[in-house]
């Protein structure tokens, strides 16, 4: 059975009209959205899609969807969830509002891999109560593909209720003109090399967007977690300090900052703080701050589980890598030629130096001592979650994926295809009842 309830665009009001919860939001005096039902078949989960786009114009609190949720705890618990959202809740996103607006301007922005990134600036307009003055675009295939050209009018829409996209034109102007790939840096005037799709900022020692973002994502709260490093205090090290690497950041000192505009005693000492603080972080974390290519958080928790230690991850090979779910080769290959680099090896090493060390979780030792451990399918006698607790209890390291660096895996009832992996692989495999019998060891 399934749960559902509409999605108010501000916080998903719907959502704590849920059983008991709907009663004390009640008694705290929190007014609620409706439209929270049952449903237990895709017909009728049609139909109340079919209901609410009639509805939708005629509310008076915004809504981009409607989210469908497992109504069984225990079928949440089977299903999971992964990094960024739960298995057992899915979100359906009403069709988008498109207007029309003129193509002012295509302004070219520099990320923290060096890449250009084209921007629309558009004639401001109103779509579904937000002002939409810019739009992202991807390369310079994606201009030509949709015929975009400076005054001419375009559709745009905002995806998802949220990121303004530019569809296509909307009409032709005499007097516009296609945007012209840029040769040069537009920030720091170095010329240009173009991989693929994409154009590159050859100045990798010194293009101020580029370093500055790479400062903020180290800084990041997924990254190292330096509270008060905002890109405009960052961009104030830059120009003050010349900072240029995210080593530098540990060479700062309390009287260093107070000599900047707009720092006070409490404001340096915070900072300071903050970054002493980091130096105590996790390797997940590490890897993410570093900003290795293809790896966001989910791809740096899986090396930390695959292989345990930072020289590990440096050393891996290709076929090691690809080994790991979901890592394919290209990804592979980006994580084996960032680490051969001298300057991030230079780099890590300055870091290491510094101070930054590497938080283990506590372990007794036990039956699962030295073992990477996987679990897949439904535990009678456990919840998911809580059979990985025995595991590390016990002296296991837990892996969400199958990989050749996986020791045991624990398999229940309807286990898939880390099943059949760990079959091909080689791995040790035990049903329930083994495991049950370990954990009395």
């Known amino acids: ?20 919860g709907s009663v004390a939001f009640k008694v705290l005096g929190q007014e609620l959205a409706g439209g929270f039902e049952f ?12 209901e609410a786009e009639i509805r939708r114009p005629t509310l008076d609190y915004l809504i981009d969807g409607m989210v469908f949720k497992a109504d ?17 809740a899915l979100a359906y996103k009403f069709k988008a509002e498109e207007v029309s607006t003129e193509v002012l301007n295509v302004i070219w922005q520099v990320s923290r891999t060096g890449k250009l990134n084209p921007l629309a600036i558009l004639d401001p307009v109103d ?6 003055s810019r739009a992202t675009l991807s390369n310079m295939s994606e201009i030509k593909r949709k015929g975009i050209r400076i005054g001419d009018r375009v559709f745009v829409r905002r995806s998802g209720d949220v990121i303004p996209e530019i569809l296509g034109v909307a009409s032709r102007s005499d007097t516009a003109h296609d945007v012209e790939k840029p040769t040069v840096c537009p920030v720091c005037g170095s010329s240009v090399i173009e991989k693929g799709y994409f154009l590159y900022c050859s100045n990798v020692e010194n293009c101020a967007p580029r370093i500055i973002s790479q400062i903020e ?29 995210v080593d530098e950041l540990y060479k700062l000192k309390k009287e260093d900052l107070l000599s900047l505009s707009g720092f006070k005693e409490k404001k340096a000492e915070n900072i300071i703080s903050g970054i002493e603080k980091s130096k105590q972080t996790t390797l997940a974390k590490f890897l993410t701050a570093l900003g290795v290519p ?30 790991i779910e979901d890592f394919g080769l290209i990804t592979a290959s980006q994580i084996v030629d960032f680490f051969a680099t001298e300057e991030n090896k230079d780099l890590i090493a300055s870091l290491l130096a510094c101070g930054i060390t590497f938080l283990k979780e506590e ?79």
């Not at 779509?127 to 939409?132: L, P, Q």
């Open 294 to 323: 293809g790896v966001g958080k989910k791809a740096a928790k899986l090396l930390e589980q695959t292989f345990g230690t930072l020289e590990n991850v440096m050393n891996a090979t290709v076929e090691e890598l690809i080994s």
């Open 1 to 20: 059975m399934l749960r559902h309830s509409s999605g108010a665009a501000a916080g998903f009001v719907g959502l704590a009209a849920e059983a008991e």
């Open 363 to 441: 372990r007794t030792e036990g039956v699962f001592s030295g073992k990477t451990v996987v679990i897949t399918g439904v535990l009678a006698s456990f919840k998911r979650s809580a059979a990985q607790d025995e595991v590390r209890k016990r002296g296991g390291n837990v892996a969400e994926s199958v990989s050749k660096n996986v020791n045991l895996v624990i398999a229940g009832t309807d286990a898939g295809s880390k099943l059949d992996k760990a079959k091909k692989l080689g791995i040790e495999i035990i049903d329930e009842a083994e495991f049950l019998r370990l954990l009395q060891k």
């Open 72 to 88: 069984s705890f225990a079928l949440r618990e089977m299903l999971g969830s992964t990094e960024k959202f739960p298995r057992w």
């Open 127 to 132: 779509i579904g109560g937000a002002t939409v």
């Open 39 to 50: 449903v237990t078949d895709h017909s009728e989960v049609e139909k109340l899609l079919s």
């Open 217 to 245: 994502h180290f800084c990041s709260k997924d990254g190292m977690d330096i509270d008060g490093l905002s890109e405009k205090t960052i961009e104030q090290f830059y120009n003050e300090f010349g900072i240029r690497r």
